[in-house]
T-cell receptor, first 112, second 114 residues
Framework: QKEVEQNSGPLSVPEGAIASLNCTYSDRGSQSFFWYRQYSGKSPELIMFIYSNGDKEDGRFTAQLNKASQYVSLLIRDSQPSDSATYLCALGGSSNTGKLIFGQGTTLQVKP | GAGVSQSPRYKVAKRGQDVALRCDPISGHVSLFWYQQALGQGPEFLTYFQNEAQLDKSGLPSDRFFAERPEGSVSTLKIQRTQQEDSAVYLC????????????FGQGTRLTVV
């Protein structure tokens, strides 16, 4: 079992819809969780991070964390074509070094 | 510079050739990470520096891979006797110290071994 699992997609949603991206993880010791966005040929850029169970909202983005069920999700409201990218879920490992463990990413396509 | 700078952006190497990839982190960032990203996959951790000390090299795939950061700033990832399976994008990231701090990524070096 991989440490971080994501559905590779592509996930296709119409413009204006809610996109829901999911991630499960195996290390119960993980303390920090990150969502990165990566456009084709570009470097990953941080969208959100979450440390506590529950929801965290930032503009059109909401991260949700459930440590008991070992999943973290990202909701994108009012999806725009410019949101089309690969979304990477990452865990801060329990080693406290800042090292990130990434999933394989989910490709999101927002169709006009 | 304002961000993490990596060079070269693209490198084509013949199988068996040695290559050196450079990373210039954000000024003041103590932590520096190297990741390898194969096509269609997420980045995979290679190694971690805190200042000049290499504290974790558990992700280096073989002894052909070597990284250094001698003065605690610029880092070099060296791959000896390159193989086709080394073809990937090599990403460098830097951050302040701590598990919950944001890591900023460079644009990466795309290595193609032919």
């Amino acid at each position: 079992q991989k440490e971080v699992e994501q559905n590779s997609g592509p996930l296709s949603v119409p413009e204006g819809a809610i996109a829901s991206l999911n991630c499960t993880y195996s290390d119960r010791g993980s303390q920090s969780f990150f969502w990165y966005r990566q456009y084709s040929g570009k470097s990953p850029e941080l969208i959100m991070f979450i440390y506590s169970n529950g929801d965290k909202e930032d503009g059109r983005f909401t991260a949700q964390l459930n440590k008991a069920s070992q999943y973290v999700s990202l909701l994108i409201r009012d999806s725009q074509p410019s949101d089309s990218a690969t979304y990477l879920c990452a865990l801060g490992g329990s080693s406290n070094t800042g090292k990130l463990i990434f999933g394989q990413g989910t490709t999101l396509q927002v169709k006009p | 510079g304002a961000g993490v700078s990596q060079s070269p952006r693209y490198k084509v190497a013949k199988r068996g050739q040695d290559v050196a990839l450079r990373c210039d982190p954000i000024s003041g960032h103590v932590s520096l990470f190297w990741y390898q990203q194969a096509l269609g996959q997420g980045p995979e951790f290679l190694t971690y520096f805190q200042n000049e000390a290499q504290l974790d090299k558990s992700g280096l795939p073989s002894d052909r891979f070597f990284a250094e950061r001698p003065e605690g700033s610029v880092s070099t990832l060296k791959i000896q006797r390159t193989q086709q399976e080394d073809s990937a994008v090599y990403l460098c990231a830097s951050s302040f110290v701590g598990v919950n701090t944001e890591a900023f990524f460079g644009q990466g070096t795309r290595l193609t071994v032919v």
